[in-house]
């Protein structure tokens, strides 16, 4: 069983940058891929980026390409969620989650552990 706790949300101009963050639980975290999904008000969840358990292999939807990055530290069981020049339609729940099989695939029903997730709103 893996707990994920993500921080970092809150409110940011446009242009602006936030860091989220997911601390897990459990000592098998360094073997599972990880995952930042989001939704927004009416949306379906979709994919942002994820990272695979070494960290080496990194996928991002293509609406965050070159703006987002994606990283993770084992010896902390972190992973992180860097968005930079943020844009109101970024506005979004944001969710981390957790793939045993650490495939890091950009679909959320190949992910096991979910938490529960942290607002980010752009304003105009």
């Known amino acids: 069983q893996v707990q994920l706790v993500e921080s970092g949300g809150g409110l940011v101009q446009a242009g602006g940058s936030l860091r989220l963050s997911c601390a897990a639980s459990?000592?098998?975290?360094?073997?599972?891929?990880m995952g930042w999904f989001r939704q927004a008000p009416g949306k379906e969840r979709e994919f942002v980026a994820a990272i695979s358990w070494r960290g080496g292999n990194t996928n991002y939807a293509d609406s965050v390409k070159g703006r987002f990055t994606i990283s993770r530290d084992n010896l902390q069981n972190t992973v992180y969620l860097q968005m930079n020049s943020l844009k109101p339609e970024d506005s979004a729940v944001y969710y981390c989650?957790?793939?045993?099989?650490?495939?890091?695939?950009?679909?959320?029903?190949?992910?096991?552990?979910w938490g529960q997730g942290t607002q980010v709103t752009v304003s105009s």
């Open positions: 989650a957790a793939d045993r099989s650490g495939r890091f695939f950009p679909a959320a029903s190949v992910y096991d552990y």
């Open positions: 459990g000592r098998t975290f360094g073997s599972y891929a």
